[in-house]
């Protein structure tokens, strides 16, 4: 049972609103002021930031070792697995396709946050190569995991259950392809929203309502890690509303 505001008694943690990737668009130079990367000049303003370069290549490890020691020490990194385990292999990958992407992710340290593995929207559900690979996956790797299912067959009882049963987070995004798919799903210890701009996609800002009522469904999971990263980059607005999401919170 939800507990009221008025029963709380501990604070709640501190939210993670950041933007999938750093890039900062010239009409926003202002907002980020001083010298350095993007990356640096980003996580002045940011306390998170979604990795998702590595969806569509390998990176040196030294490349990540360099992010982690540009940034304050409570800065945190989520990590978009390759496509080529989640879109190509639709998860019937190598154990070292995986362990390789592990070892790169790793090396951001104690500033790695969770593991995002993003499904292609025609990827349906399929338990036994669900299963497997999330044997595998915690075979190799215990901290946090978010999964983000595009297939309306994800998203039932049965599949949530599967995933707490492997502590793997369900991301709640927008759009949602169904009603379920608007709400965290999976471990309740992680709660990710994932926003990716309505009504068009990767472009669209938030309205400041929309906003307010996500910051108060923010407040609500006083005892869970969230994160919440705005994907409608495409025209900047991912950075705008992150900073409204800051304010309201």
């Known amino acids: ?69 540009s940034v304050p020490e409570d800065f945190h990194f989520a990590a978009k697995a390759p496509k080529a385990i989640t879109h190509e292999a639709k998860l019937n990958c190598t154990i070292e396709q995986l362990q390789a992407f592990l070892q790169e992710a790793n090396t951001l340290g104690q500033k790695l946050g969770p593991i995002l593995f993003q499904l292609p929207p025609s990827f349906s559900f399929d338990e036994p190569r669900a299963k497997t690979f999330f044997i595998m996956l915690r075979d190799l790797y215990s901290a946090y995991v978010v999964l983000e299912p595009r297939h309306p067959t994800w998203f039932t009882q049965e599949v949530d259950q599967l995933l707490r049963n492997y502590e793997i987070a369900r991301v709640a995004a927008d759009p949602a392809i169904t009603p379920e798919a608007g709400e965290p799903g999976g471990n309740k210890r992680l709660i990710y929203y994932r926003l990716h701009g309505s009504p068009h996609t990767y472009y669209s800002a938030y309205s400041e309502t929309y906003l307010a009522n996500l910051a108060a469904a923010i407040h609500n999971h006083i005892d869970a890690d969230v ?23």
Request: hydrophobic share 40%; charged share 20%.
């Open 1 to 69: 049972m939800r507990k009221e505001a008025s029963n709380r008694t501990a604070p709640m943690k501190r939210p993670r609103i950041g933007t999938a990737g750093w890039s900062i668009p010239s009409h926003h130079a202002a907002i980020f002021p001083g010298s350095g990367t993007h990356l640096e000049r980003y996580s002045r303003a940011f306390n998170c930031v979604e990795v998702n370069s590595s969806f569509y290549r390998s990176h040196r490890l030294s490349t990540w070792a360099r992010w982690a020691d």
């Open 227 to 249: 994160w919440c990263i705005f994907d409608n980059t495409a025209a900047g607005a991912a950075i705008e509303d992150a900073q409204t999401l800051q304010r309201l919170l």
